[in-house]
């Protein structure tokens, strides 16, 4: 039984790990599904620009988030950068230095109707 029991966990982890991949945006970026949104991530040297659009990709309007802000963690060194809105549908910021690749970007903010979403994102 034990064999049997194995393999299912096995096949439901990998199912469950393939619906969270990380797929390319309509901006180049990296876009990922969090439930009622896509936040689409696309860094260019030291910028991170992120798009909000909803389950239909429509865009979001990034106007009234608060608390917009990624904790990216690179080279064993972990920082906060904040976020702030650009009309109609992004939040924007800006690094010290480019990122490297495998950097991890988790990027969180307050939407305007007090909704909370939270982004995970790894550099390429």
Same mark, same amino acid.
């Given at each position: 039984?034990?064999?049997?029991?194995?393999?299912?966990?096995?096949?439901?982890?990998?199912?469950?790990?393939?619906?969270?991949?990380?797929?390319?945006?309509?901006?180049?970026?990296?876009?990922?599904?969090?439930?009622?949104?896509?936040?689409?991530?696309?860094?260019?040297?030291?910028?991170?620009?992120?798009? &909000? #659009?909803?389950?239909?990709?429509? +865009?979001?309007?990034?106007?009234?988030?608060?608390? *917009?802000? !990624?904790?990216?963690? @690179?080279s064993g060194k972990t920082l906060t950068v904040p976020l702030i809105s650009i009309a109609?549908?992004? &939040? #924007?910021?800006?690094?010290?230095? +480019?990122?490297?690749?495998?950097?991890?970007?988790? *990027?969180? !903010?307050?939407?305007? @109707?007090?909704?909370?979403?939270?982004?995970?994102?790894?550099?390429?």
């Open positions: 039984m034990k064999p049997y029991f194995l393999a299912a966990l096995i096949l439901v982890g990998a199912s469950a790990a393939a619906a969270h991949e990380v797929e390319k945006g309509p901006n180049g970026g990296q876009l990922v599904d969090i439930p009622g949104h896509h936040v689409e991530l696309v860094i260019s040297g030291t910028s991170l620009v992120l798009f &909000l #659009s909803d389950e239909k990709e429509r +865009p979001v309007s990034s106007q009234g988030v608060q608390n *917009a802000r !990624a904790i990216v963690q @690179d109609p549908n992004k &939040l #924007s910021g800006q690094l010290a230095q +480019p990122l490297t690749t495998g950097a991890r970007i988790v *990027a969180s !903010a307050t939407m305007a @109707d007090g909704k909370t979403i939270q982004a995970r994102f790894v550099r390429r």
